[in-house]
Nanobody, 127 residues
Framework: QVQLVESGGGLVQAGASLRLSCAAS????????MGWFRQSPGNERQFAAA????????LYADSVKGRFTISRDNAKNTVSLQMTSLKPEDTALYYC????????????????????WGQGTQVTVSS
């Protein structure tokens, strides 16, 4: 398993940018898909973005595509989510997650594709 710790959340105005980071430790980090999910009160945890173990493939939810960019630095054991043009609808707890299958060919969009989770970092976007 991988231990994950998110950081970088905060309160920003609509249209602003924010960069989230996830630091990993424990099991080998650089052979797993990494993803970002988000959850607002009363809602299910939803997929936001994912990146393959090699960094070659990225995947985004339609709601964030074109605004968010996921990246990873395997040498530093980190994964980031660069968020731009933030909207109030982006307000949520953002979770970093590590995939369950080593060297997976394609990132998963669903919760069951991941088996390690961070504690979340809050992003609040005011109008």
């Amino acid at each position: 398993q991988v231990q994950l710790v998110e950081s970088g959340g905060g309160l920003v105005q609509a249209g602003a940018s924010l960069r989230l980071s996830c630091a990993a430790s424990g099991r080998t980090f650089n052979i797993y898909t990494m993803g970002w999910f988000r959850q607002s009160p009363g809602n299910e945890r939803q997929f936001a973005a994912a990146i393959s173990w090699s960094g070659d493939i990225t995947l985004y939810a339609d709601s964030v595509k074109g605004r968010f960019t996921i990246s990873r630095d395997n040498a530093k054991n980190t994964v980031s989510l660069q968020m731009t043009s933030l909207k109030p609808e982006d307000t949520a707890l953002y979770y970093c997650a590590a995939g369950s299958q080593a060297y997976s060919k394609y990132p998963a969009r669903t919760l069951d594709g991941y088996n390690s989770w961070g504690q979340g970092t809050q992003v609040t976007v005011s109008s």
